[in-house]
């Protein structure tokens, strides 16, 4: 029988092994040069006083990695997960951030951070989509005046729903199978992500399964939706090694929103 649960706690450990192939670094490299290019916060406080560095949160931060990359470019970390167990996966890899047991549509700081990221399109997780908006003007209250909010997402009219990514790890006891993958039934705003996991060894095979229910947007509501949250919104070509405005013929964006000074 297949085991069911909330796969990113049961198997937080093995998370960076099926994540392995995530330019992590390339991504917290392009925040670093899209923050210099749209910041005006300059790493002050709230009260525009000169801080110590600056400050950044990483949304669904997951096991660290983009906290230990930004923190290696200066930043101050701090990260945010509803996941216990990825948080003391956190903890081990970046000793020195400040970490959030949260929803993503719940945390409350005020004016704290110049950079705030949320990749792997997990601004998605934020359901429905009023928890979405949420989300968004938490992000606006969190950030400096001046400040970044860096994140990707994918337009609902081009989700496809096939397979998604399969991914096979071999380790010292067998071999573990990953798979994920996007449903969308073409209306609505229901964005359904299938996991499941394998684990093969010589003893036994098991199974697990999970099931999460995310935001379904196309980008130009997601773009209104920031614009009324109070950010000026730019859109980028999903592109990490690039900096270049997102042309409409594609259905993925980093998008970079900014608190206005």
Request: with cysteine.
């Amino acid at each position: 029988m297949p085991a069911t649960g909330n796969l990113y706690a049961d198997l937080s450990g093995y998370y960076d092994q099926f994540c392995a192939e995530v330019d992590y670094a390339g991504q917290c490299d392009f925040a670093l040069r899209a923050f210099e290019c749209f910041a005006s916060s300059g790493g002050r406080d709230s009260l525009g006083r000169d801080s110590f560095g600056r400050e950044y949160l990483d949304l669904a931060c997951g096991t660290g990695q983009h906290l230990l990359h930004m923190q290696g470019l200066g930043f101050v970390p701090s990260g945010l997960d509803n996941s216990a167990q990825m948080l003391e996966q956190a903890a081990a890899r970046c000793p020195g951030a400040q970490l959030l047991l949260c929803d993503l549509a719940a945390f409350e700081q005020v004016a704290a951070f110049d950079l705030i990221t949320c990749f792997l399109y997990s601004i998605h997780y934020s359901y429905p989509t009023t928890a979405l908006a949420q989300t968004l003007s938490c992000a606006w209250q969190a950030l400096k005046p001046g400040g970044v909010f860096i994140f990707n997402a994918v337009d609902a009219r081009g989700i496809r729903n096939d397979n998604g990514i399969m991914t096979r790890v071999a380790d010292g006891a067998g071999v573990l199978s990953f798979q994920s993958g996007w449903y969308y039934r073409g209306e609505g705003d229901v964005l359904d992500l299938r996991l499941s996991i394998t684990r093969e060894s010589a003893a036994d095979t098991r199974h697990w399964r999970d099931h999460h229910t995310m935001t379904a947007v196309t980008l130009p509501t997601l773009e209104k939706m920031l614009e009324e949250a109070g950010f000026d919104v730019t859109l980028l070509e999903h592109d990490y090694s690039v900096m270049s405005p997102w042309g409409g013929q594609n259905f993925n964006a980093i998008v970079v929103a900014v608190r206005p000074l």
